[in-house]
């Protein structure tokens, strides 16, 4: 007995990591694409470029991140705009979504004269202003509260966390959500309300005026079921109810729900993160960063590129879906096999 009313697990989750993001440094837990290697970035800024050219090159834009963590990925993305696309480099207005101070102050040190004009900070996606945008958000939604519903003989009950364990409670309303598949007695289905409420929101927006968002994140795709909250605490996996703020708690996204409740806009994908990278020439990049380096270095690179694109490493649990306006072209990389389901 803890003594105290048991709290629903979302609850729970958004408490934890809010004091966990706000206290911590996230990256001493855990390695994040962009962190792995500037290949990373660049190759995502070849894909605003393109991007940007299929919305017709509107000037300004709002080039946004949702948790940009460390800022590395937008660093990467807006030098190489510099570099190969400065007038998309010029046309964009920075803006970061990002509820940390502490994640605040690290992104603006890391962005510091890197894009044409200052960057915007804000709490929430739906506050960022109208017109045309490109979004962006790497491993964001599997931070975002989960609740998770048990099928039950009779119904659905959910799941609440008493102390440092789970009571299943005979659920009231139940939320936006795949609960039309087909669970299995005793067996859990989760629900992300507010990554749904992000997909619903932009799709809404990007009725209104041209835009495109690329969510990559691990998680399967399809109509499946099962726990996948995890937490990491000191580089470990350790007991998600423990110790809340200590350990970073995330799930595994639910990409066939996400793309469901864009309903209205256009969704490409998922993909898997291989095969989008692959696509966009993350191999041809690591040949030619390579080249002419010590055997070392260029093994570094090339060993780099493998990690992050490799089947059996983040190359297929990740995946990238796509969501724009109605009628604009497949963003670049997106003209493969869908990701399908996955290991659960
Ligand atoms: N995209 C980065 C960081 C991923 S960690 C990378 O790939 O390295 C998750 C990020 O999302 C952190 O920056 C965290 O502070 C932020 N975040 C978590 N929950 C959030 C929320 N509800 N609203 C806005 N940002 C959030």
């Given at each position: 007995m803890s003594g105290t009313m048991p709290e629903r697990l979302d609850r729970f989750m958004a408490r934890a990591n809010a004091a966990y993001y706000a206290g911590r440094d996230p990256f001493a837990d855990f390695v994040t694409a962009p962190e792995i290697s500037q290949m990373f970035g660049e190759i995502l800024g070849a894909w605003v470029a393109i991007t940007w050219q299929g919305m017709g090159r509107p000037d300004p834009f709002i080039l946004a991140e949702a948790?940009?963590?460390?800022g590395t990925l937008m660093a990467d993305m807006t030098r190489l705009l510099a570099r190969v696309a400065p007038d998309c480099h010029a046309a964009a207005r920075v803006h970061l979504v990002e509820t940390s101070p502490r994640l605040r102050e690290v992104q603006r040190a890391a962005l510091a004269g890197r894009t044409a004009q200052p960057v915007a900070w804000h709490d929430?996606?739906?506050a960022l202003s109208d017109g045309p945008v490109i979004l962006l958000a790497n491993e964001f939604l599997d931070a975002l509260p989960i609740r998770q519903f048990v099928r039950t003989g009779a119904g659905w009950s959910e799941r609440f966390v008493d102390g440092v364990g789970f009571v299943a409670l005979p659920a009231g309303d139940l939320p936006?959500?795949?609960?039309?598949?087909p669970v299995p007695e005793g067996e859990i289905l989760e629900c992300c309300p507010e990554a749904l409420a992000v997909a619903r929101g932009l799709a809404a927006r990007f009725a209104r005026s041209p835009g495109t968002a690329l969510f990559i994140d691990y998680g399967y795709d399809g109509a499946l079921w099962g726990d996948t909250l995890q937490a990491l605490r000191d580089g470990q996996p350790a007991w998600?109810?423990?110790?809340?703020?200590l350990a970073d708690l995330t799930a595994h996204v639910d990409f066939a729900a996400l793309a469901r409740a864009a309903a209205g806009a256009a969704c490409h994908g998922s993909v898997t993160q291989g095969a989008l990278l692959a696509g966009l020439g993350l191999f041809a990049r690591a040949e030619q960063l390579a080249r002419n380096r010590p055997p070392v270095e260029a093994h570094a690179i090339h060993d780099a590129a493998q990690r992050l694109a490799a089947p059996d490493r983040m190359g297929r649990l990740f995946k990238a879906l796509a969501i724009t306006s109605?009628?604009?072209?497949?963003?670049?990389?997106?003209?493969?096999?869908p990701a399908g389901g996955d290991v659960r």
């Open positions: 948790g940009p963590g460390r929430r996606i739906e936006e959500g795949p609960f039309d598949r998600p109810l423990a110790d809340p703020g109605p009628g604009l072209p497949a963003p670049p990389g997106f003209a493969v096999e």
